[in-house]
Every structure is written in C-alpha cells, then in structure tokens.
C-alpha cells in the first residue's frame, strides 16, 4: 500500500460522479477504480452506502471483484443525525458494515450551515463528530473527516472551525481535510488559513473544487502550507466546475516538488489512464488538459518548431514521455521548414530542405483555402507523399460519382450513389443506398472495392463534422469537412473543401479509404 506519510486520496466515485451528464453503474464504478489503482493513488472513495443503493451495492462487490494492489477503499458518510447515538444511527451502520478500511466523514466546520442547515447547536455538532468518529474507531475502521465549508466557516467563526478540527482528532480521526466546498477561495488567502490550521498540531488535508479556476493551485498552496492529504478527482470531474484534478495535482506534485507519490511507471501510464476512464465515463476528453491532454505537448507555431529541433526541451516544461504523452507537431498556415520538417520524422519521412519548403508553400495555400491539417493527419501525410513523388498516387482512380436524394411517397428520405472507379486495372460500377448522402458514398466505395481490397471490411467512419467557413455567400458557402475513420489499430482524420457539400466529403472520404489502405499494407500504386 501506499507511504502513508503522504495521502493521495481520489474521490471520482462519489464527488467526481456529481457533474451533470455523468452517470456511473456499479460496473463502471469498479473498473474506474482499477484504472485508479493502477496509478498507484493511495485510497478510493468508493460512495456512500446505505444512503445510495448503487454505492451499497458497489461495495458488496468490491469485496470480491476488485483486487487493489495499491489503493485502500474508503466509504463516504455523515456524522450522526442531531440527539441520536451513534451506535444507534443507521447510516453510520452502514459505514460500518461497508467493509471498507477507511471511513471518511463529512461535517459542518461554518457555523451557520450547523445552525440553519442541520438545525442543532454548535455543541451538538462537535458531540455528533465526536461520538460518530470514536464509534467508527472503536469498530476497527480508520476514520478521516472532512471539514465541509470550512474556509468560509473560518471566515465567520475562526475559533469554532479550528474546534472542529481538534474535536475530530482528539476522537481518533487521522486527517481533516479541509473543504473549499463553494470552491471560492484564491491561493494566498487558502495558504493562509491552512497554516492557521496546521498549527494546532491536527493532520490537515485538502479538497479544493474549481469555481475559481484554482483548485490545483489551491491545493498545490495548501500543501506548502502543511497539507499532507490531497483529494481530487480523476479529468477534474466533479459538480459545477468540477474537482481538482488529481492528475495534475500528481504530476505537479511528483514532477515539480519532488514527491514521491505513485511508482515512476504508473505515472509514465498516467495519459492511458486518463484517457481511460474517458471511455468508461463516455465524457469527451479534453484535449488541452495539462499532462494527459492530447494537445498537452502540440507545437504549432514556426518559431516553436524551430527551437525544438534544436532541443526538444525549449518550449516543453517536462518530457512527455514522463507521463505517458508524446509530443506533437501541428501543420498549419503558421507552419514553417521546420515544423514540416519534424511533423515529417515523426511520420517517418526524411525530408530533404527543398521539399519541405515545397510542403510548407503548398500547405499555406490549401490553408488559405480551407483546408486544416492540424486536425487532419492523414491528409497531410497523403500530401506530404504526393509532394516527395511529384505526382498524385492514390489506390484507385476515380471516373465519376453520382448522388441522388429522394422523397418517398411515405415521406422517407433514401440516398443513393454510384461510383464509378479504376483500381488494378479494372473498371468497377457501384450503386449504394444509406441514409444520406455521404453514407451512400461511403456504402458505395466500400461495394466497388472491398472485393479488391478486403481490409476495407474493418473501417469504420466514426465521426463527420461539416463546418461554414465563408457564411457571406449563403448556400454557396466553402463548406469544410472533416471525416474522422478508424480500423482495428486506432483512428484517423481527413479534409475536404468545396462549395458543394458533398464533394468536400467526397475528398475527405476518398482520402479516408486510401489512408485506411495504407495503414493495412497496401503500398501506393
């Protein structure tokens, strides 16, 4: 298990789970907390049970199904109700027959949520924290407590918040964590009071949300202050805007302060994770998300590239690979010789100092025009192959293609295409039907080929974005399309750009099935 002179404590499960869209089953519960297991975090907050059924259930389950080489579970719940014993509360049962390690308890340090929200006295609410966390030690269980809205209850009562501290841990709680509940606080004020706190000689931790925008800074500050607990969640998830990411706060932590947190190889899978727990979430990564984003290490401007293939470490702060990332190379109009130039090795091309300026013009002038590279890979890597053949090589020629969209009678709408094509030799008439044009398109190569091409069978059109890029002309717009495909090895993106909708997608189709060749084997003709 992990050092227990430091805590990284990760509560995805139960706070992270509260931003609005995401919704996690008991399933999805138990592998999130594999995939955090396998970074290497010291303790899971894994729900509430007996106030939540599914959380109930999750840790019935985890008793058999989850194998933690890392992490202890820990469960989430109140101090007891007002002028009820504790051994007599039900939910406190519950927290004790979870089966959990660790129990962490929530309770009010502001004076005016215990007054207005829980109905009771100052007093009670320290007996209530006092007999819930010796009840739970007593039983055998670790107990931390969380402090909630405790730097606005320091606000208005400082000594009474300070006492909730002491009372939690002259009962036998470990930590306090310390809550931003509101997540209102800035750095300098937060290391502030959670210096004030560390001096009653309580172990201190930190829960940060990011209303402010600086959960990861404020947590960063406590733990300069004497913090030696940190909570946050997995992607910054959490209500509103979200937890501290405990990614971020890791990799700074271990990175930048010289922590040493979670194994060097766990955190060298960190990107995976991240991108992991996406899947199982079904939440849209965010592509700038520092260390683990895809974006986190992608170098666009000319200047960069420059200084880059010199040192690689001159406009990055950490070697991706530190983290499991890599460092990317965006090819746009911004782009220069030697963007092209490492853009080129990291597809595995040598380019000679004439043909990357041939690419960079012929880049800037498809730019100008509508074309982006930066989010179409594959479409620069076909360019960059015309340009280093001097000639446009493509697996099959096209003679014609033709789409017909029709209304039925019964108010159905059916697309059909033909293509007409040249592939090895041979001329290859097919007609398909879909349930728009590009599909038909799509339905229709896929006809033509696929008895040529096998492999054609496993790709898959996985995303389609159509975007306006000259609105003033109305329906005679340049229109923009992006076609993101994948086969059983991962994924890529093309662009096409025309007025006509449809013969933007057919560009970025055609491109789409030509690169899906290559990525099978199938060499240019």
């Known amino acids: 298990m992990a050092d227990d002179r430091f805590h990284v404590y990760d509560t995805t499960l139960r706070d992270g789970a509260q931003q609005e869209g995401l919704s996690l089953s008991v399933?999805?519960?138990?592998?999130?907390?594999?995939h955090l297991d396998g970074l290497g975090v010291g303790f899971i907050e894994g729900g509430w049970p007996g106030a939540n059924p599914k959380d109930t259930e999750f840790f019935r389950r985890a008793r058999t199904e989850l194998d933690l080489k890392h992490a202890q579970l820990a469960a989430f719940g109140a101090t007891r109700r007002a002028g009820v014993k504790a051994a007599d509360d039900?939910?406190?049962?519950a927290l004790?027959?979870?089966?959990?390690?660790?129990?962490?308890?929530?309770?009010?340090?502001?004076?005016?949520?215990?007054?207005?929200?829980?109905?009771t006295t100052l007093q009670e609410n320290l007996a209530m924290i006092r007999d819930t966390v010796s009840h739970l030690r007593a039983g055998g269980q670790r107990v931390f407590l969380d402090a909630e809205h405790f730097f606005d209850g320091y606000k208005s009562n400082p000594a009474y918040a300070l006492e909730v501290l002491r009372?939690?841990?002259?009962?036998?709680?470990?930590?306090?964590a310390l809550c931003d509940t509101n997540g209102g606080m800035l750095p300098d004020e937060l290391a502030e009071v959670v210096h004030a706190a560390v001096?009653?000689?309580?172990?201190?931790?930190i829960h940060c949300h990011d209303d402010t925008g600086c959960a990861v800074a404020n947590t960063l500050a406590a733990v300069k202050a004497g913090a030696t607990h940190v909570q946050g969640c997995a992607n910054g998830y959490g209500e509103r805007s979200g937890n501290a990411n405990l990614f971020t706060v890791v990799a700074n932590l271990q990175l930048k302060r010289g922590f040493d947190l979670v194994p060097p190889a766990a955190l060298a899978d960190m990107t995976r994770i991240a991108h992991a727990i996406t899947e199982v979430t079904n939440v849209t990564p965010n592509s700038h998300a520092p260390y683990v984003g895809t974006s986190a290490f992608a170098h666009k401007a000319g200047l960069h590239a420059s200084a880059i293939k010199v040192d690689p470490n001159l406009y990055?702060?950490?070697d991706p690979a530190a983290v499991g990332n890599d460092m990317r190379m965006l090819v746009s109009d911004m782009a220069g010789r030697a963007s092209v130039e490492l853009k080129g090795k990291e597809l595995g091309y040598s380019l000679t100092s004439a043909t990357s300026r041939e690419l960079v013009d012929r880049v800037k002038d498809m730019e100008s025009?509508?074309?982006?590279?930066e989010a179409a890979d594959a479409s620069f890597e076909l360019l960059l192959r015309d340009t280093l053949t001097g000639e446009r090589r493509r697996h099959f020629e096209v003679e014609s293609w033709r789409v017909i969209v029709e209304r039925t009678k019964g108010g159905e709408l059916v697309s059909e295409a033909t293509v007409k094509l040249y592939a090895k030799g041979e001329r290859i008439v097919a007609t398909g039907e879909g349930n728009g044009p590009v599909n038909a398109l799509d339905r229709a190569v896929r006809l033509a080929l696929e008895k040529l091409y096998p492999e054609l069978a496993k790709l898959e059109l996985i995303d389609y974005k159509v975007r306006i890029l000259e609105g003033t002309h109305g329906t005679g717009a340049i229109t923009r399309v992006l076609i993101t495909s994948s086969d059983d090895t991962g994924d890529w993106a093309t662009v096409g750009v025309d007025e006509n909708i449809i013969e933007a997608s057919w560009q970025a189709l055609e491109q789409a099935v030509t690169y899906g060749l290559l990525r099978s084997g199938r060499d240019l003709d």
């Open 316 to 318: 990055q702060h950490i």
């Open 369 to 373: 025009k509508g074309y982006t590279f």
């Open 27 to 34: 399933a999805d519960k138990l592998a999130v907390a594999r």
């Open 96 to 119: 004790r027959e979870s089966g959990a390690p660790v129990v962490t308890l929530v309770a009010k340090s502001h004076d005016r949520h215990v007054e207005l929200a829980l109905r």
């Open 90 to 93: 039900p939910l406190v049962a």
């Open 167 to 176: 009372t939690a841990a002259e009962a036998g709680a470990d930590v306090v």
């Open 199 to 205: 001096q009653t000689s309580v172990r201190v931790g």
